[in-house]
Nanobody, 129 residues
């Protein structure tokens, strides 16, 4: 079965941290660009972060710059999103998505629809006092 499996969400207080994982099952992520997107009630879907195939090209939404870090570990076939100093506005369902055979040196936070080959199942992040 070819799929992306997510983990690491949960309920935390403001200022705390979470680490989301996105692991490929049945295929390798070596040749895929990975994006993290989130969907919160009453808000548009937002591109949070992305990482290109080499790992050298990354980008972040202005709302998370300085707090979130994306990384990839090809040996573990996994991409991570480290989320520090979480705020209530970070509350959302978070999804990872993969696009293959994109060898550009950068990535795009808000690609066109139909861009991705695979989606994760999503994980809920709730930041509340």
């Amino acid at each position: 079965q070819l799929q992306l499996v997510q983990s690491g969400g949960g309920l935390v207080q403001p200022g705390e941290s979470l680490r989301l994982s996105c692991a490929a099952s049945g295929f390798t992520l070596d040749y895929y660009t990975i994006n993290w997107v989130r969907q919160a009630p009453g808000k548009e879907r937002e591109g949070v972060s992305c990482i290109n195939i080499s790992g050298a090209g990354t980008d972040y939404a202005d709302s998370v710059k300085g707090r979130f870090t994306i990384s990839r570990d090809n040996a573990k076939n996994t991409v991570y999103l480290q989320m520090n100093n979480l705020k209530p506005d970070d509350t959302a369902a978070y999804y990872c998505a993969a696009r293959g055979r994109d060898y550009r040196t950068h990535c795009t936070l808000e690609p066109r629809q139909g861009h991705y080959n695979y989606w994760g199942q999503g994980t809920q992040v709730t930041v509340s006092s």
